[in-house]
């Protein structure tokens, strides 16, 4: 009956779902779909940063071996402990943080330098954009994992090298992503008009381009927390991304996997830690995308 | 009207153009043409980029053959003997001549001359991502149909909460959960190791299944997700689709029919942009599962300094990508006549 009182409205959106006849039915899912993984993000941020301190947990390294493989629920263990007598719990928080801040940088390098020189590529086009768009098809075909093993030797293994080994594979990708949305902007209007007024290209460029395109690159960058975060583990797991006593996650998976038969829940605990956070950024991203490609 | 007014296609059958420039002047020949001569610059910057990453790699060959205790005479001259102390551009150009006619080098470590080594280690990593290719695919199709004939429907549902769940899942993670359940619990496959296949068909499949299944799995929900999407647009979209409903074409007929046909594109852009990441993907699986692939000899090789061989890892993943592409547009050509024709 909704459907047949409102032809127009139906026109409009071919891909209304169910939910539309219900009015704010599917307002409320979206908002849903928004706040659940933004709140478990928040939940996950705030217990690496805050949660040791709060809890009053043990250091994450140098426990002692008289305590190892305390079974969890022991006093004082919450998870237990592992082969070296640290606290699971608080190694999983200590690594979060490690996985955490690494993943926001480099996707803050990848924005920043991606996104410059994808609009500066788009915005100029000709021989710049050329230039600009052939380095980064080298990069792209480049076997992204060889590059960040190599940058990981070269330098040692360390939370900085690791970050900058990641942002060179970061760049490229967001570069493209910039690049297609400022081609997207350059018949508009607006850009007719600052460029009209004679307004200097790095004023267009920041001005007026950085705004319309940063929905969808901080979208984008949604979704590469997830894969910086897989591939920082994948890094940490070859023993080239954290150096070992210092927990993250990818050592912790690495670590576990030696008695996986034996206590399979050091590999349990922290695999469920990077499936949650990225599932999380995951989830975030798709909802922020179908809203900025839905209207 | 004279002829001359007619647009002229190339390639169009026009009894005045010779079968040989039908042949050459067809728009999806110069496409090809025109993306192989795009791959050569690509091609370059790659071995260029992977010698100056290489040479910032601190320590080389000679030193970790010798051991750290060594001479720096011993080292010195073990140097001059691999040609490590010759200047970066000149090995750069030495090897690159060798390798233009097909000459990848001998390892550092162990001499044996790289295409041998490939030999023996790229069936592997072949197998391996064939059987993940085929699997995923051979699940992703039939569920994104069954998913896309009832939008939002139970089965689209959980179609869509597996996947989204799978592509969270970093394949380390999965490989390790899979070792875990079929290997450590059930006992039903091997944990790791490898069996050639001339050792019989099932001992090989036996230790191939969960390596393949750790890759496959997350390339199923990639897969699933992308055609499932494509699909819906397909149905909700396109005037073909109302049109042959208008007709009383039958549902699955005009998704198998109709949709599907213009959706495999999709699907086959995605697969191909997806070969060149997932070679990538195969170094820290063989490592779990002790395979011995090309990805296990890089890692080995970036561990050892061996360069020749890590050069000639980097020139292979990166001509599988460039290769792919091209498949993809070939097969672009040969599917849609728009292409072959050249009307676009």
Redesign the interface.
């Known amino acids: 009956m909704a459907v047949a009182d409102t032809p127009l409205q139906v026109a409009e959106n071919?891909?209304a779902?169910?939910d539309d006849a219900v009015p704010g039915g599917r307002r409320w899912r979206g908002q849903l779909g928004l706040w659940l993984p933004g709140g478990a993000i928040v939940l996950i941020v705030v217990a690496c940063f805050l949660g040791p301190a709060l809890l009053g947990l043990p250091k994450p390294v140098g426990g002692s071996v008289l305590e190892s493989y305390l079974p969890a629920g022991s006093p004082g263990h919450l998870l237990g402990t592992d082969p070296n007598g640290n606290d699971i719990l608080s190694r999983l928080l200590h690594g979060g943080r490690a996985s955490l801040f690494i993943a926001a940088t480099v996707n803050i390098v990848g924005l920043v330098v991606g996104g410059t020189l994808g609009a500066l590529s788009g915005y100029a086009g000709g021989a710049v954009d050329t230039v600009i768009m052939?380095?980064l098809?080298?990069?792209i075909?480049?076997?992204?994992?060889?590059?960040t093993?190599?940058?990981a030797?070269?330098l040692g293994p360390s939370i900085r090298n690791t970050i900058l080994a990641l942002a060179f594979f970061s760049i490229p990708a967001v570069a493209r992503v910039a690049r297609s949305a400022v081609l997207r902007l350059r018949g508009q209007p607006f850009m007719a008009a600052a460029e009209l007024c004679g307004t200097p290209a790095w004023r267009v460029l920041f001005k007026h381009l950085a705004p319309n395109i940063a929905p969808q690159l901080i979208t984008f960058a949604m979704l590469g927390m997830?894969i910086v975060i897989?591939i920082e583990?994948?890094l940490s797991?070859?023993g080239l991304g954290i150096p070992a006593p210092a927990p993250s996650w990818?050592n912790m998976?690495a670590d576990?996997?030696l008695s996986?038969?034996a206590t399979?829940m050091l590999?349990v605990w922290p695999?469920l830690a990077?499936?949650l956070t990225?599932?999380s950024f995951?989830?975030l991203g798709?909802n922020l995308r179908s809203r900025w490609s839905g209207r | 009207m004279t002829t001359a007014a007619l647009p002229r296609v190339p390639g169009d059958r026009d009894p005045r153009v010779s079968p040989l420039r039908r042949v050459t002047g067809s728009p999806a020949l110069r496409l090809v043409g025109k993306r192989l001569l795009m791959a050569i610059p690509i091609m370059l910057g790659v071995t260029i980029l992977t010698f100056w990453v290489l040479s910032l790699i601190p320590g080389n060959a000679a030193q970790q053959l010798l051991g750290a205790e060594a001479s720096p005479e011993d080292v010195a001259q073990l140097e001059e003997q691999l040609g490590l102390n010759e200047s970066g551009v000149s090995r750069y150009l030495s090897w690159l001549g060798n390798a233009l006619h097909g000459d990848l080098g001998n390892s550092l470590v162990s001499r044996q001359p790289v295409s041998e080594i490939l030999a023996d280690r790229l069936p592997v990593t072949g197998e391996l991502v064939l059987l993940a290719f085929v699997v995923s695919l051979l699940l992703a199709i039939p569920v994104a149909l069954l998913a896309a004939h009832k939008p939002n429907g139970l089965m689209d549902r959980i179609s869509m909460m597996i996947s989204t769940l799978g592509l969270s899942v970093a394949n380390y993670v999965l490989a390790l959960l899979l070792v875990l359940v079929f290997a450590v619990t059930l006992g039903w496959l091997p944990a790791i190791g490898y069996v050639p296949l001339s050792d019989g068909l099932w001992a090989n499949l036996k230790t191939m299944i969960l390596p393949s299944a750790a890759i496959g799995l997350p390339l199923f929900c990639f897969y699933t997700r992308f055609l499932r999407g494509d699909l819906v647009d397909q149905l909700q979209q396109e005037e073909y689709v109302t049109t042959a409903r208008a007709k009383g074409v039958g549902s699955w007929q005009v998704l198998l029919r109709h949709a599907f046909r213009n959706s495999s594109f999709g699907l086959i852009t995605v697969v191909g942009l997806n070969l060149g990441a997932l070679i990538g993907g195969t170094v820290i699986i063989e490592q779990i599962f002790a395979l011995p692939g090309v990805g296990q000899m890089l890692l080995q090789a970036i561990n050892t300094r061996d360069f020749v061989v890590v050069q000639a890892a980097v020139v292979i993943f990166a001509l599988v990508a460039v290769l792919a592409n091209l498949v993809v547009d070939l097969m672009y050509a040969v599917l849609d006549p728009r292409i072959r024709y050249g009307s676009r």
Do not use: C, T
Request: hydrophobic share 60%; no cysteine; proline share 7%.
């Open positions: 071919p891909a779902d169910q052939r380095i098809d080298v990069l075909a480049f076997p992204s994992l060889v590059l093993l190599a940058v030797q070269a997830g897989i583990g994948a797991f070859l990818g998976v576990g996997q996986l038969s399979p590999v695999s990077l499936l990225v599932l995951n989830l798709e």
